[in-house]
């Protein structure tokens, strides 16, 4: 469920991952992409990962079937990113918006992959809440491991820690 094809053959824009997690930090990240890209031709495409593993689980919870969840967690990514993308100004000229599911590390990677960016942006933190996270690293951690382009990490802002 992507959206318009990619930038790939336009090799005058440079393009610009962001991955999305509706966290704070990654509400700066968006920010931050605005800012590289303001002015310049670059494409940004903003990317949501829905958890293969949350799908499962509600599954197995009997929360509902797997193609119910499915539809409802892509429509409200979708909503919410339309709504992000307003509420910073982004319109609609050079921005891509992209829902995917999977392993979030893996789908970040392939994204770029796919839409051949130069640069992935992200926040240093996001949605963290198990402890997997802890012991073995969170999203960001486990992009920096295998990604082969850059990657700018956004830090939360000072006053959110407080």
Do not use: W
């Not at 409200?76 to 891509?96: C, N, P, Q, Y």
């Not at 012991?135 to 700018?152: C, D, Y």
């Amino acid at each position: 469920m992507a959206g318009s094809p990619s930038c790939k053959n336009n090799k005058a824009a440079h393009g610009v991952l962001v991955a999305v997690d509706f966290s704070d930090c990654s509400h700066r990240a968006l920010k931050k992409a605005q800012e590289l890209a303001n002015g310049s031709r670059r494409h940004i495409v903003v990317l949501h990962v829905i958890e293969h593993d949350f799908v499962k689980a509600c599954t197995l919870h009997r929360i509902g079937e797997e193609g119910q969840i499915k539809k409802k967690l892509f429509l409200e990514a979708k909503a919410k990113l339309r709504k992000r993308l307003d509420l910073e100004a982004m319109g609609s000229i050079g921005v891509e918006t992209v829902v995917a599911e999977g392993i979030p590390y893996l789908e970040i990677n392939r994204m770029a992959e796919k839409y051949d960016v130069d640069m992935v942006v992200m926040g240093s933190c996001g949605m963290v809440g198990d402890t997997e996270a802890i012991f073995f690293g969170g999203t960001t951690e486990k992009v920096l491991r295998f990604i082969a382009r850059p990657v700018l990490c956004v830090p939360p802002d000072s006053r959110d820690l407080k």
